[in-house]
Nanobody, 129 residues
Framework: QVQLEESGGAWLQPGGSIQLACTNS?????????????MGWFRQTPGKGREYVASITQSGDRTEYAESVKGRFTISRDNARNWLYLLMNDVRPEDTAVYYC?????????????????WGQGTQVTVSS
């Protein structure tokens, strides 16, 4: 079974920084691994739907962000090592959520969850003082 695996979730105080990571464990999502696909990060809180956070094209030449995280979060990827990252700076209590990485159907990510084929199990980020 194809799996994406997130790591790096933690509890941290407002204003702090954290980096989430995602890789492909188990059978590959693509013949090239996640390096062959557009990728995204989403987040979800109890009682709410999955919210778009950021996405990156397969080559890494284009990124997009939700307005709520623009200027604070940075999505990046290391295709040589088959890893995806989300650097979260200046975190706020409203950033508290389970964060999911996702692999798209093709070379581009995007804001809609329907564009993504594979999902990880999520990693919890809690921001509070």
């Amino acid at each position: 079974q194809v799996q994406l695996e997130e790591s790096g979730g933690a509890w941290l105080q407002p204003g702090g920084s954290i980096q989430l990571a995602c890789t492909n464990s188990g059978p590959s999502v693509d013949v090239y691994g996640i390096r062959g696909l557009g990728m995204g990060w989403f987040r979800q809180t109890p009682g709410k739907g999955r919210e778009y956070v950021a996405s990156i094209t397969q080559s890494g030449d284009r990124t997009e962000y939700a307005e709520s995280v623009k200027g604070r979060f940075t999505i990046s990827r290391d295709n040589a090592r088959n890893w995806l990252y989300l650097l979260m700076n200046d975190v706020r209590p409203e950033d508290t959520a389970v964060y999911y990485c996702a692999a798209s159907h093709g070379l581009y990510g995007g804001r809609s969850s329907s564009l993504y084929k594979y999902w990880g199990q999520g990693t919890q980020v809690t921001v509070s003082s």
